[in-house]
């Protein structure tokens, strides 16, 4: 089974910087797709950054301050996150795309979720 863990997460001031980790582990042959996402109390989940099919997406909210990265060796991403601004507030979790195996003697690709690690920012 894989899983995905994230940690990071926590108080700041405004203006202030983050760095977020998630640890994908289990058996993992490629990781196809993997990204961030933030759910801020009362709103519903959305997009924050994206590494997929090569190609790094951002929402518009986050362009120039946050930054998406990917280490494959170590099967983990980053979300370092500068000039916070307390509507970054949230829970923010780790999906990816994942292509492994869960208990099977074939591959499967499956769509996984971290627990979430909780971002607040204040005034």
Request: charge should be positive.
């Amino acid at each position: 089974q894989v899983q995905l863990v994230e940690s990071g997460g926590g108080l700041v001031q405004a203006g202030g910087s983050l760095r977020l980790s998630c640890a994908a582990s289990g058996s993992i042959l490629s990781i196809n797709r993997m990204g961030w996402y933030r759910q801020a109390p009362g709103k519903q989940r959305e997009l924050v950054a994206v590494i997929s099919y090569g190609t790094t997406t951002y929402a518009d909210s986050v362009k120039g301050r946050f930054t998406i990265s990917r280490d494959k060796f170590k099967n983990t991403m980053y979300l370092q996150m500068n000039s916070l601004k307390p509507e970054d507030t949230g829970v923010y979790s780790c999906n990816a795309d994942v292509t492994g195996y869960s208990g099977t003697h074939y591959p499967t690709t499956h769509d996984y979720w971290g627990q979430g690690t909780q971002v607040t920012v204040s005034s």
